[in-house]
């Protein structure tokens, strides 16, 4: 796919759930489980539950502050699920947590059919998703936006970085009706801060603007693509960010405008296969209302079982680092 | 004072109804799982008839016990019992399995009042019961949670993370209610995946087990009775041997599979036999 991996030192994977920061970058630490504690203080209704991964969620700090709301469901992702259904039933806003791969993968008959039918307030909060940790496909949850966007009236959100985290939080509870986010936790990449940015349940937001190329993101994407945009400048290549946390219901409307605005190339960039995510989502958009980009390229990961190793590694065989994701546009451009 | 076998009179008259109303709702489709609900209506009889606390008029209110039908294909039979208490007017189970009915084949919670979840997946009322009786507590609401299931739900492991799950949570405020009728889809249970010795099992799960007669209504009565009111904090499980086709003969000694086939004149056959034998005063 490029060279970039093999100009570099070989490393060792870290830990499963080593932070995706950068050296050096600005971090807040457990963004998710600090906003849940300080959200649920004036929240009776909201109860925190997981499938044996509280510390690997941040969800610890919710059992900490609320031991009496907090639910230990062990390692059982449909009883996670369904029973966060039945909570939901009794009025309660249940926030469940496992790892993406589990809580997808394992439970979901019961999140399409306890949840979603019923449009129950159940918040999935799912860690590691796309390609954050290095464990191979066990832990790897690359189809999960596809498997999920699949279901009726389930929102999801694949936040960039802490700020979106803190803000997101908030807005998931007062959503009426279940909601899937892709978690980022332990020491989150604090980005969205330098822009003139909040987050919006539903909308995306254009961050900065660039007459060449167009990238649509959404996760810890959104970073990389701003780094693209920097990076490229050097070589006098504009480069826009629309940046797009909410994958379902898709903000159509701003898509569309911000493709039709200038002819570029599109590119959409995500940290998920390229079947079934974001990028398929921006495609049938764009197709159903006749816009066509000038041009338009995938971004996201291949359609395969991804490698085990060290994160820089990965990003950079798959084409999701920031130099590996220069290349790639640079390639497009031609 | 009156003891609860004082009712085992107007219980056997209210499971009489049930049959009746199922066997119409079977004739209006010319088809149902009426095996299963023939079956099942002496247990629904002493849920419906005596044990659950509702207001039939106000089916969502808070204080009610909750009765999840986890089999959904069993919508047929509970149909029948939500008549019986008056959550669902009579003249409705015309409209059985009809485009635009709220009565559809599998039991749906946006469609039907007083159907607490859409079943049908199987293995995932109990679960759902973990989470109602959880909440209950949370909100120190003392209503019950019934589970209804199937004995072919036990080849679900969902069962059993929910069984444990609910013992390890001390949820002395969930019933479940095992049919073992002995029928699933491929055949008898035992053969497709033995779950015996059961009440062995959910003991060792860490419940308080009774395994009865399902169609001996004195036993079912006692049995939930003892469930209500055990002071162990532990769920309880009430294992239920029933016979499908239970009050038409012809029925019960079919051929037993899943779904029992049944010619349109035997409808009214059915309806006419459960009648010659009805308990007196039983008109529906």
Redesign the interface.
């Known amino acids: 796919m490029n060279t970039v991996a093999e100009k570099k030192p070989r490393l060792t994977t870290s830990a499963m759930i080593a932070s995706i920061a950068g050296e050096g970058q600005r971090v807040k630490a457990a963004p998710f489980g600090k906003a849940l504690v300080e959200l649920a203080a004036n929240r009776p209704d909201i109860?925190g539950m997981t499938a044996d991964l509280a510390k690997y969620t941040d969800l610890h700090l919710f059992a900490q502050a609320y031991p009496e709301?907090f639910?230990q469901?062990?390692m059982?992702e449909?009883?996670l699920m369904?029973?966060?259904?039945?909570?939901?039933?009794?009025?309660?806003i249940p926030f469940a947590t496992t790892y993406a791969v589990f809580g997808t993968r394992r439970a979901y008959?019961?999140i399409h059919?306890?949840i979603a039918?019923?449009n129950l307030n159940v918040k999935m909060c799912l860690a590691l998703p796309g390609l954050t940790t290095g464990y191979g496909p066990s832990h790897q949850a690359t189809e999960d936006i596809a498997m999920m966007r699949g279901i009726p009236g389930l929102t999801i959100v694949d936040p960039c970085d802490a700020l979106d985290i803190e803000q997101a939080v908030p807005q998931m509870a007062a959503h009426n009706g279940p909601v899937y986010m892709r978690l980022l936790r332990g020491n989150v990449p604090l980005v969205l801060d330098e822009y003139d940015y909040s987050f919006e349940l539903g909308k995306a937001k254009r961050l900065v603007d660039g007459d060449e190329v167009l990238i649509i993101s959404s996760g810890f994407m959104t970073m990389r693509a701003l780094e693209v945009a920097k990076a490229l400048q050097a070589d006098n290549i504009g480069v826009a960010v629309l940046h797009c946390p909410t994958i379902k219901p898709l903000d159509e409307v701003t898509i569309l405008a911000e493709v039709l605005r200038k002819p570029r190339l599109l590119v959409v960039a995500e940290n998920h296969s390229v079947v079934g995510g974001l990028g398929e989502a921006v495609a049938s958009c764009l197709l159903q209302n006749g816009v066509a980009p000038a041009r338009f390229r995938l971004a996201g990961l291949p359609d395969a079982y991804l490698d085990a190793g060290a994160l820089p590694t990965l990003h950079d065989r798959y084409g999701i680092s920031s130099e590996a994701l220069s290349m790639r546009i640079k390639g497009w451009l031609g | 004072m009156t003891s609860a076998a004082d009712k085992l009179p107007a219980l056997a008259r209210c499971a009489h109804r049930i049959r009746r109303y199922a066997l119409r709702m079977g004739e209006v489709q010319g088809q149902g799982y009426i095996g299963q609900a023939l079956g099942w209506a002496d247990v629904l009889a002493v849920a419906y008839g005596h044990a659950l606390n509702l207001q039939p008029q106000n089916p969502q209110w808070e204080g009610r016990d909750r009765f999840l039908l986890s089999h959904g294909h069993y919508a047929i039979a509970h149909y029948a019992a939500l008549i019986e208490a008056g959550v669902i007017p009579q003249d409705e189970l015309e409209t059985y399995g009809s485009d635009d009915s709220r009565l559809p084949m599998s039991g749906m919670a946006t469609y039907t009042p007083g159907m607490e979840i859409s079943g049908g997946s199987l293995g995932q009322g109990l679960i759902i019961g973990v989470g109602m009786a959880l909440g209950l507590k949370q909100k120190q609401n003392p209503a019950f949670v019934y589970n209804s299931m199937s004995d072919g739900e036990l080849d679900e492991g969902s069962t059993w993370e929910a069984a444990m799950s609910a013992a390890h949570h001390q949820l002395d405020n969930l019933i479940c209610l095992v049919d073992i009728n002995n029928q699933q889809a491929d055949g008898p249970s035992s053969k497709v995946l033995g779950f015996e010795p059961l009440a062995d099992k959910w003991a060792a799960f860490g419940w308080h087990v009774q395994r009865i007669d399902g169609n001996d209504l004195a036993a079912v009565l006692a049995a939930f009775e003892t469930a209500r009111h055990l002071k162990e904090a532990k769920p309880r499980v009430i294992l239920l041997n029933t016979l499908m086709g239970k009050g038409v003969p012809f029925l019960e000694t079919r051929d037993k599979n899943h779904f029992i086939r049944v010619d349109p004149p035997e409808w009214q056959q059915a309806l006419a036999i459960l009648d010659q034998n009805a308990p007196e005063g039983a008109a529906a």
Not at chain 1, 82 to 92: D, F, P, R, S, T
Request: negative net charge; proline residues 0%.
């Open positions: 109860v709301r639910y469901m062990g059982a449909q009883l369904g029973a966060a259904g039945g909570m939901a039933k009794e009025g309660l008959d019961f059919q306890v039918e019923e």
